[in-house]
């Protein structure tokens, strides 16, 4: 998907594991017999030329890995090329070459043994995975078990959402490890089809992988490392989940390790790392703030190691980590695994995947190096787990389905009242900003609660920063629509009223929508005349005013709905056919009954056939609100994951399906909320989050 970051893939296409190709040149067609290894990303040149034009056309993030056979001269013609991590030389004939590694910017390696040469670039290669570190920055200077999941910026939510996503990642209850792997295993088997050496290693993993041996797994070069890298890389929440398995396994052996290796002596360890100058300006801008190292991190306690990974690197950054074990039971653990890694002499120190950092400090040694200072921050699993009971707390506010639609519908109503005062759309991005304006996380806390959210609305309307004109007006509409829910039906007349009087043309189409709330109030006094009278005012303005007849429809539809109820059926079969016919016109219902409206969509979905695609997921959504309506929500889930199918492969770009969009996942989060399956929940959320991030940028 192009428009919104759903943080996810199609899981039925081969993600590009490969983030590197092996070019080998050689004049005269001489091709190594143990290229067998690198056959599914080697590229074989028989020219310089060639050779320089194959590179040249690589726009990607791939990165090339050159050998050149008995072409030492030429190692200059190359050694500008952005492409190019590293260039291999392999001179048979000559025993002794000179040159001066400071004349190249790139990694020069020069080799006269043909194994020697294979053996390096199966290390290298393996090294360029740990290349990619995918980092979140947040604004906290600590987490406490009482901050706010929801009252926060962006940086901070997604990095406290992280927090989260991880520690659920190896801690739900209830997880069937056996179902984990087959998803595991059948996503490899995916990835690799036409790779029958990858695939023996997949087989291998499937019959011999365990807790004991998962160490030796992740170090050496086959599909498990590659594969769990890239996802991490690509921040992609689905195909991370695809590794779960491989993930709790990993997390298991670092946490039996870690308690093992509490007495060692372990307080600074390194990581050379190549990063881009827009991931550098975040690290400098954010000293003494939190960052979470959303992968597994592999670091060295030799400092001399770390700097050669960066050698000849345009951009390189040589992380500086100081550590202390201050408790057996950290949140993400680490622990010296040089006994079970496929190179031990590196003295490699493994995180765990989302460990989080304070940065002391970020220093300039050269044009091309910088020190980046960082000191572990030992959380806890008890601290993470008082944090998630007080997330759990807050989400309690939301988990009903009466505070989901109090939520829904007063962001709604706020969407149409502005549209038909202004005559402009309310978008997604204006809500957000509007979020921003009123604290969006005091307003989650009341809503649920009408008469807290009240006090807040009349508060908010009172300071003139906040609001403009048009926007107290609706306020005034929203504080009284809340009243409606309460019953109070006197003081919802009343903040009605005082809508009406700050408008001052009483044919703007605002008092017709306030003469319709106003009708509703008096059908829940069983005055049927009263509200008959309002809902005419309410139609007569819409009318003249040439409202969108979705309006006028719904308007019908309640007038049809009163004559029905006095037993006038000639005037209740007029205004029904009324409705009708602009339903029909717009594929949309206005139909007051649920169950008639379930049965309308269904119908609509199944019987007509010139849908777009846009149109059925539509259909769906609105198919699910009715389910989840009636309290049927795995139902309403089964659909809403439908709609969402439909959505992601045939993304509309209306301000109304993207709101749709973000409804219809924070519907499916708190569903899955209630069912207790907080894991799924923050997947969901993500992707509400994606989609609310994306179009506000936009």
């Not at 209830?174 to 089809?193: P, S």
């Amino acid at each position: 998907m192009n428009e919104f970051n759903l943080s996810s893939t199609t899981l039925d296409e081969i993600q590009n594991h490969d983030d590197f190709r092996v070019v080998w040149c050689s004049e005269d067609n001489y091709v190594s017999n143990e290229l067998t290894y690198f056959a599914h990303y080697l590229e074989k040149c028989d020219s310089i030329d060639t050779c320089k034009n194959y590179i040249g056309e690589i726009k990607s993030e791939r990165k090339i890995l050159l050998v050149l056979i008995n072409l030492f001269k030429h190692i200059a013609e190359f050694d500008g090329l952005s492409q190019i991590q590293s260039i291999y030389i392999l001179e048979k004939d000559r025993q002794n070459i000179h040159y001066d590694k400071e004349n190249f910017s790139k990694s020069i390696h020069v080799f006269t043994n043909e194994s020697l040469l294979i053996d390096r670039l199966r290390h290298d290669i393996l090294l360029t995975y740990r290349n990619d570190l995918p980092i979140s920055v947040s604004y906290l200077d600590e987490i406490k078990h009482e901050q706010s999941f929801i009252n926060s910026d962006t940086h901070t939510y997604l990095f406290l959402w992280n927090q989260l996503f991880f520690y659920l990642h190896v801690n739900s209850d209830d997880l069937d490890m056996n179902k984990l792997k087959t998803d595991m295993i059948q996503q490899c088997q995916l990835e690799y089809n036409d790779n029958n050496t990858q695939l023996n290693h997949i087989k291998e993993f499937n019959d011999d992988c365990t807790e004991d041996n998962v160490l030796e797994w992740y170090t050496k070069d086959t599909f498990a490392y590659r594969l769990l890298n890239k996802a991490f890389r690509k921040r992609d929440i689905d195909l991370i989940c695809k590794f779960r398995y491989f993930i709790i396994l990993l997390h298991r052996k670092l946490k039996e390790l870690s308690i093992k290796q509490q007495g060692e002596n372990l307080t600074t360890v390194y990581r050379g790392q190549m990063l881009g100058i827009n991931e550098l300006e975040s690290l400098k801008s954010n000293v003494g703030r939190l960052i979470s190292i959303n992968t597994f991190i592999s670091t060295t306690r030799q400092e001399d190691l770390a700097r050669s990974f960066i050698i000849g690197a345009e951009l390189g950054v040589l992380f500086h980590i100081n550590i202390t074990r201050t408790s057996y039971n950290i949140l993400h653990p680490f622990a010296n695994i040089s006994e079970f890694s496929a190179m031990p002499r590196e003295e490699e120190i493994l995180f765990s995947a989302g460990g989080v950092f304070r940065i002391d400090s970020v220093e300039k040694e050269n044009d091309s190096l910088w020190i980046v200072n960082l000191t572990l921050n030992n959380k806890t699993v008890e601290q993470m787990e008082r944090f998630m009971d007080g997330v759990k707390e807050q989400m309690n506010y939301v988990t009903s389905w009466d505070h989901l639609f109090m939520k829904i519908n007063d962001l709604l109503l706020f969407g149409k009242c502005h549209k038909i005062l202004t005559n402009k759309s309310f978008s997604w991005k204006d809500i957000i900003t509007t979020a921003i304006n009123i604290d969006i996380y005091n307003l989650l806390t009341v809503l649920g609660d009408y008469r807290n959210a009240i006090e807040y609305y009349k508060q908010l309307s009172l300071e003139e920063h906040v609001f403009d004109d048009s926007q107290r007006i609706i306020t005034n509409i929203i504080i009284g629509n809340n009243y409606f829910h309460l019953k109070e039906y006197d003081n919802a007349e009343i903040y009605y009223s005082i809508a009406l009087s700050l408008l001052d043309n009483n044919n703007n189409p605002l008092v017709g929508e306030i003469y319709n709330l106003r009708g509703d109030i008096y059908i829940e006094l069983n005055d049927l005349q009263i509200a008959l009278t309002c809902y005419n005012d309410a139609l007569k303005i819409f009318t003249n005013q040439e409202m969108n007849t979705r309006y006028v429809a719904r308007v019908c539809r309640k007038i049809s709905d009163i004559y029905q109820r006095q037993n006038n059926h000639a005037d209740a079969s007029f205004y029904a056919a009324q409705a009708d016919e602009i339903d029909q016109e717009l594929r949309q219902r206005s139909e007051l009954d649920i169950e008639i409206s379930l049965e309308y969509f269904r119908n609509q979905l199944t019987t007509t056939s010139d849908h777009s695609q846009h149109q059925r997921a539509d259909l769906l959504y609105s198919i699910g609100i009715c389910l989840l309506r009636n309290n049927k929500y795995r139902e309403s889930l089964e659909i809403f994951l439908e709609a969402a199918r439909l959505l992601k492969t045939h993304l509309p770009t209306s301000d109304n399906f993207n709101q749709k969009f973000c409804t219809l996942y924070d519907s499916m989060a708190l569903i899955h909320f209630m069912s207790k399956d907080y894991f799924k929940a923050l997947i969901m959320l993500k992707k509400s989050i994606d989609i609310r991030i994306s179009s506000y940028s936009n």
